[in-house]
């Protein structure tokens, strides 16, 4: 129902569409199967990508956060 809020979802789904749609029309709109198999196939590894891309951001992200120098604050002892 809200495919629009899983990461990657609405974009993968939307480039094997496209993908399958044109194959489709390549091969002839008679042969749904083309259509099938390629907005299947497109979908799933433009989903693959997306997830790994997102898993390396979030890596490296991680790394700076842990590379960067812990900062304190210092208590002002001569406030009263």
């Known amino acids: 129902k809200n495919v629009e809020k899983l990461p990657c979802a609405r974009n993968s789904l939307l480039t094997g569409l496209a993908a399958g749609t044109g194959v489709a029309f390549i091969r ?11 907005f299947v196939t497109v979908a799933a590894i433009a989903h693959q990508v997306c997830v790994r891309q997102m898993e390396t951001e979030r ?3 991680m790394q700076i956060i842990e590379s960067a120098p812990k900062r304190t604050l210092k208590k002002d002892s001569d406030s009263k």
């Not at 002839?28 to 390629?38: A, D, E, I, K, L």
């Open 59 to 61: 890596k490296q992200v």
């Open 28 to 38: 002839g709109v008679s042969t749904s199967h083309w259509f099938t198999f390629t």
